[in-house]
């Protein structure tokens, strides 16, 4: 397993406490096959990871641009949800860095982009806690604000549940319903995964610390699928 120093040297981070450095990348399902280890799981800051990074998104937005609430809302949607994250963790190589359990290591898919996008988030609580708001605020308009041109260029930023909802209706004359698959975790850190049906017919699956997040990120994957529409 690679020492997080280097991720950190190569991220241009120092930090000062370096079992938050440790932390921010093990995973639950590590300390379940490691319990006599004395480390610590990433959920607490990832938690604390997601409030900062809203927070930082949230200022950018509304100093930069004086554009209605809804608007600006998408907005930072589209620049914090977990494809996005894991996206970016990948850009930035925490794959290589992630501590998980055996059975995990074997995931791909939607379920090693929640782990990245999750760890992603960890990493921003780490900064926060070990350098302050400021090294955070630079480094998340380094590595998650500058998307935010190609958002609006390209409209990512569209509500997918309201585009598909428009669309079910419009060639099934029904309206897409959501349910939800699974749930984990504390109630201070819930996990999701959705589905969504036109219909019977599940079209679309995603994942969110929300239910609402996690609905629209499978709304976002019905509407991947040319053959629907």
């Known amino acids: 397993m690679d020492d997080p120093k280097e991720f950190a040297d190569k991220m241009g981070l120092s930090f ?10 093990i ?3 590590y300390i379940n096959e490691h ?8 959920e607490r800051l990832e938690f604390l ?12 937005l509304f100093n930069k641009y004086d554009r209605p609430e ?6 930072r949607s589209a620049l914090v949800k977990g494809e996005s994250l894991s996206t970016e963790a990948k850009r930035i190589g925490m794959e290589d860095f992630l501590k998980v359990s055996r ?27 070990d350098q302050g708001y400021d090294v955070v605020k630079k480094f998340v308009a380094e590595h998650i ?21 428009e669309l079910s209706q419009e ?29 019977k017919k599940k079209v679309g699956e995603g994942d969110g610390n929300s239910k609402q997040k996690a609905q629209i990120a499978a709304a976002a994957n019905a509407l991947e699928n040319k053959e629907l529409f």
């Open 16 to 25: 000062t406490d370096p079992n938050i450095l440790q932390q921010l990348f």
């Open 27 to 29: 995973h639950r399902s």
């Open 35 to 42: 319990r006599s280890s004395g480390l610590a799981h990433n």
């Open 49 to 60: 990871g997601d409030a900062v990074l809203e927070l930082a998104v949230t200022e950018h």
């Open 70 to 75: 809804g608007e600006m809302t998408a907005w």
């Open 103 to 129: 059975g995990e290591a074997k995931n791909t898919g939607k379920a090693r982009d929640l782990i990245l996008a999750n760890a992603f988030e960890a990493l921003l609580g780490a900064i926060y806690l």
């Open 145 to 165: 604000i500058y998307k935010l041109e190609d958002i609006l260029e390209n409209n990512h930023f569209i509500d997918a549940k309201s585009s598909l909802q």
């Open 171 to 199: 060639k099934y004359s029904i309206t897409p319903t959501y349910e939800t698959v699974i749930e984990t975790g504390p109630d201070h850190n819930k996990k999701f995964i959705v589905a969504v049906l036109i219909g």
